[in-house]
T-cell receptor
């Protein structure tokens, strides 16, 4: 079966760095997405990785290792507004997104 | 670019009535639209995938006669929840993808919160 695993909840301090991990087992791979979702709102796109390595975009970076079925989202200089759920999703061989359950990130002052 | 709208943003209805939710791609042609449902504190659950001009493909466990999907144009898809019941109360989100998106990114609408009394 297809499976995406990510931690349910994480807590971090304002100004610090946090890494949210995601492991996956899917039938085929056409890229991995990270989305941010604030409570009561729709997801917003953060990043896309299809090749191994690190993609940096401002305070957010995303890493992919296809051989390990592993990705992480790195958030630097955390701000209170970063409190949200972070969803990992993998596009399988049918170009269908398989979603993780999301990681709720709580930022404390 | 790549804006998707949904209407209404929220709706409250009585049990047994039908509710229609519209999903529009405002500045691009969406060949494929997706309908998701999200219950509180849970992840997105794909309900169906619709391609313009053809019948929607429903995920296992989703009743196609209850959740009617129409994708009549490249910019509009509708989801109709027929004979809604309280257990249908949820956050419904649509997304659209475009062939112009190099990596099949899905652009999400803002969601519709449905409450069935």
């Amino acid at each position: 079966g297809q499976n995406i695993d990510q931690p349910t909840e994480m807590t971090a301090t304002e100004g610090a760095i946090v890494q949210i991990n995601c492991t996956y087992q899917t039938s085929g791979f056409n890229g991995l997405f990270w989305y941010q979702q604030h409570a009561g709102e729709a997801p917003t796109f953060l990043s896309y990785n299809v090749l191994d390595g690190l993609e940096e975009k401002g305070r957010f970076s995303s890493f992919l290792s296809r051989s390990k079925g592993y990705s992480y989202l790195l958030l630097k200089e955390l701000q209170m507004k970063d409190s949200a759920s972070y969803l990992c999703a993998v596009m399988d061989s049918n170009y269908q997104l398989i979603w993780g359950a999301g990681t709720k990130l709580i930022i404390k002052p | 670019g790549a804006v998707v709208s949904q209407h209404p943003s929220w709706v409250i209805c009585k049990s047994g009535t039908s509710v229609k939710i519209e999903c529009r791609s405002l500045d691009f042609q969406a060949t494929t639209m997706f309908w998701y449902r999200q219950f509180p504190k849970q992840s997105l659950m794909l309900m169906a995938t619709s391609n313009e001009g053809s019948k929607a493909t429903y995920e296992q466990g989703v009743e196609k006669d209850k959740f009617l999907i129409n994708h009549a144009s490249l910019t509009l898809s509708t989801l109709t929840v027929t004979s809604a019941h309280p257990e249908d109360s949820s956050f419904y989100i649509c997304s659209a993808s475009s062939p112009a998106s190099g990596y099949n990114e899905q652009f999400f609408g803002p969601g519709t919160r449905l409450t069935v009394l």
